[in-house]
């Protein structure tokens, strides 16, 4: 199974952005969802006791955009037998995350639409009781759960336009994180959509797009880089 879903991972940004408008915005083709969710698959399975994911920004549909069903609320849209047409545009992070991690795993997965909790709590029914789903802000939610407590946090909030707003809730996510030291010893941050096209295609300067306030900031206070590609993943300096 992990295997099928790197590869839907590895080629489902392709069919909106071709390795071509890549290269064209930002001078090279990044590596794709299946390497960064593989690296952070294996750190969470390679850690010994209970493991802690903080998802911010929940799966929220049942269809990639290429099918009938994109953001709907209608369940007669998830077949969970159809993983092809799962939207791996978008990552389907908690479902890849609840299906191949162990159950010494829990996974919180927030986000402030309740119709978005409710779709992935029909993606992720076989895999529940692994999984607290919350309907808040990130804010809120960061500055609530116990320092030194997460594992893997992944930030997939807000939208790729307009950039700017999504930027600066970036920023104040990241500021939460570091002053509440909210990441484990070997904790990792996973930002999904750093290199998306979509920005630069809009006038945008930066390549960080989304996360062109947060990442200076965090490599600012005691993370470093550990992978740079259309996602990015930090750890805290040792």
Same mark, same amino acid.
């Given at each position: ?10 080629? #489902? ?35 010994? +006791? ?14 990639? #955009?290429?099918?009938? +069903? ?132 809009? #006038?945008?300067?930066?390549?960080? +797009? ?11 206070? +005691? ?16």
């Amino acid at each position: 199974m992990q295997d099928l879903y790197l590869n839907y991972l590895k080629n #489902g940004i392709l069919y909106y952005t071709p390795e071509s408008i890549f290269i064209k915005v930002f001078d090279r083709f990044p590596l794709q969802r299946d390497i960064t969710f593989k690296y952070c698959l294996d750190h969470i399975n390679n850690l010994t +006791g209970n493991t802690v994911i903080l998802e911010l920004g929940t799966s929220r549909s049942f269809t990639d #955009g290429r099918f009938p +069903g994109c953001n709907s609320d209608d369940i007669a849209y998830w077949e969970p037998n159809r993983p092809e047409k799962w939207d791996w545009s978008a990552g389907c992070f908690t479902k890849f995350f609840s299906e191949l991690t162990d159950e010494n795993t829990s996974i919180t997965t927030v986000d402030i639409v309740t119709n978005h909790i409710e779709r992935c709590k029909t993606m992720t029914n076989e895999c529940k009781n692994k999984i607290v789903y919350v309907i808040n802000s990130s804010e809120n939610v960061l500055n609530s759960i116990p320092p030194n407590s997460v594992d893997l946090l992944y930030l997939d909030t807000g939208d790729m336009t307009p950039i700017e707003p999504t930027a600066e809730l970036h920023l104040r996510e990241a500021k939460i994180i570091v002053e509440r030291n909210v990441l484990s010893e070997n904790g990792l941050i996973l930002i999904d959509d750093v290199r998306n096209c979509t920005p630069k295609l809009n #006038g945008e300067i930066s390549d960080y +797009g989304k996360a062109k306030y947060s990442i200076p900031y965090f490599v600012e206070n +005691g993370y470093e880089i550990v992978m740079d590609e259309y996602q990015v993943i930090l750890q805290k300096n040792k």
